[in-house]
């Protein structure tokens, strides 16, 4: 039997958007399944270069504003764990 797939299958482009100097950016994202939901976040220098980042995924329902809620948490300690 096949699922669904859990990520969105729509095909948006976006793209990166430098912050101004000496700042960093957070960004970070939720899916949401039938019996599963995730998050990631990514921390970026105002040159693009990666400085931290997670994600993952749990079993479990819960609404995409929890979830949404969750990752942006996780976003403020991958942020605290790094100092900036």
Do not use: H
Not at 42 to 61: A, H, M, Q, S, Y
Request: glycine share 12%; with cysteine; proline share 4%.
């Amino acid at each position: 039997m096949m699922e669904e797939p859990l990520l969105s299958q729509n095909k948006v482009e976006k793209k990166w958007k430098q912050p101004p100097k000496n700042f960093i950016k957070v960004n970070f994202d939720a899916t949401v399944g039938e019996n599963r939901y995730g998050y990631g976040t990514v921390i970026r220098d105002e040159d693009g270069f990666v400085l931290g980042g997670g994600g993952g995924f749990k079993e479990g329902r819960l609404s995409v504003e929890k979830v949404e809620c969750m990752a942006l948490e996780e976003s403020i300690k991958v942020a605290c764990s790094l100092k900036v």
